[in-house]
């Protein structure tokens, strides 16, 4: 599977951002599809995800509330629609993939096998 991340770029704080991973070489529709965030001196962290199948979702506490994730099956994509940014969103967002996690594993990095390549999200005060 190959996963291409858009839809960075700097914003002001309170504006939206719409990221987008396209996913190419396998259909996903079966795969939890997730968001992480690295922020400048930080590890990486759970943002978003979601189940197999579009069904149950699971957010960070930084992002409930602001951020939705969604999938669209017949595009073979996946979103994360990101309202009244703030000054500490302020990353780089990473959408991943895998096709056997189980629910309580979805907010570990290191048990998704498909990674994007990442876009930047800046978000000024």
């Known amino acids: 599977v190959q996963l291409q991340a858009s839809g960075g770029g700097l914003v002001q704080t309170g504006d939206s951002l719409r990221l987008s991973c396209a996913a190419s070489g396998r259909i996903v529709r079966n795969y939890v599809v997730a968001w992480f965030r690295q922020a400048p001196g930080k590890e990486r962290e759970f943002v978003a995800a979601?189940?197999?199948?579009?069904?149950?979702?699971s957010y960070a506490d930084s992002a409930k509330g602001r951020f939705t994730i969604s999938r669209d099956n017949s595009k073979n994509a996946f979103y994360l629609q990101m309202n009244s940014l703030k000054p500490e969103d302020t990353a780089v967002y990473y959408c991943?993939?895998?096709?056997?996690?189980?629910?309580?594993?979805?907010?570990?990095?290191?048990?998704?096998?498909?990674w994007g390549q990442g876009t930047l999200v800046t978000v000024s005060s």
């Open positions: 979601i189940f197999r199948g579009g069904g149950s979702t």
């Open positions: 991943a993939a895998d096709e056997r996690l189980i629910w309580s594993s979805m907010t570990s990095s290191r048990y998704y096998d498909y």
